[in-house]
């Protein structure tokens, strides 16, 4: 009997190390692990970039891809979100009498916040998924495979030169959303009420300052690098099989789209401290 309890108690012990090690450890060591390679991919990258020979029409073909293929997406957005800010804002202001504030506090909040983060979000959710999947059917189908056989470096050709276009791309993307959204808010106003357009914008550019857009379009240069590299690292690591390729474009979007507040987190915290 007391042989059948030792080793009823052995067997609840070694079950519940087990569940402790699946619970606490095991998610642990996955994401160090998933860190360790991802800074040992942006390293190769880093490293990668300044060798000849240089992909310049790839580069270009990517920007236009990226870039131009994004405009259509992001300018609606950026005019209805001008629009619906502004509507949304004016019965508040309104209530303590400082609606002529109105074109100032839009501008503002754009410029600063809005306009960077939601532009990069859907940055991220069109150019983000699309490079994972397309990373990840090329592994599947063993076209990087085909293109190490051939004599062509694939990381060169397929990685360097997608997180260069993004990186120079998004901010570009932005200050036309940040317009076109400006453009909204000028929409949003004259619906309830009637300012010229001079007026307008001339009350806008009266309050941004230079520390309201110097760092708005520094952080979203961090913002596309982000998006592309996790991006290409999904792809580009993925796992064999269809499945693969699904996972690694949800992953993209969801770990880029992560890092992009978190980025805007710390560069909100250094805006403030150097501001002061």
Do not use: H
Request: proline share 4%; net charge neutral; aromatic share 14%.
């Amino acid at each position: 009997m007391s042989i059948e309890i030792k080793v009823k108690d052995k067997v609840n012990k070694e079950a519940e190390n087990n569940f402790s090690e699946n619970s606490f450890v095991k998610p642990l060591k996955d994401f160090f692990e998933e860190m360790t390679l991802l800074t040992k991919f942006a390293f190769r990258f880093f490293k990668e970039v300044v060798k000849p020979p240089y992909e310049f029409n790839e580069f270009v073909k990517q920007s236009y891809l990226i870039g131009y293929k994004s405009f259509p997406l992001v300018a609606i957005t950026g005019l209805i979100m001008g629009l619906v800010l502004t509507i949304q804002s004016r019965p508040t202001l309104a209530q303590f009498g400082a609606e002529s504030w109105l074109p100032a506090m839009v501008a503002v909040s754009i410029v600063r916040e809005i306009g960077p983060v939601i532009t990069a979000l859907i940055f991220a959710g069109k150019v983000g998924s699309g490079i994972g999947a397309e990373l990840a059917s090329m592994k599947v189908t063993e076209q990087i495979d085909a293109m190490e056989v051939s004599g062509i470096n694939p990381f060169k050709y397929l990685v360097v030169t997608r997180i260069i276009s993004a990186t120079f791309m998004l901010p570009i993307l932005v200050v036309a959303a940040n317009a076109i959204s400006l453009y909204g808010a000028y929409i949003g106003v004259n619906i309830e009420g009637n300012v010229s357009f001079l007026l307008f914008f001339s009350q806008v550019f009266e309050k941004l300052s230079f520390t309201d857009v110097f760092p708005a379009i520094i952080k979203t240069f961090f913002f596309g690098f982000a998006v592309a590299l996790i991006s290409c690292y999904k792809g580009y690591n993925s796992n064999k099989g269809t499945e693969g390729v699904g996972k690694a474009a949800n992953s993209a979007v969801v770990f880029s789209s992560l890092l992009i507040f978190i980025l805007d987190m710390v560069a909100v915290q250094l805006t403030s401290l150097f501001s002061k």
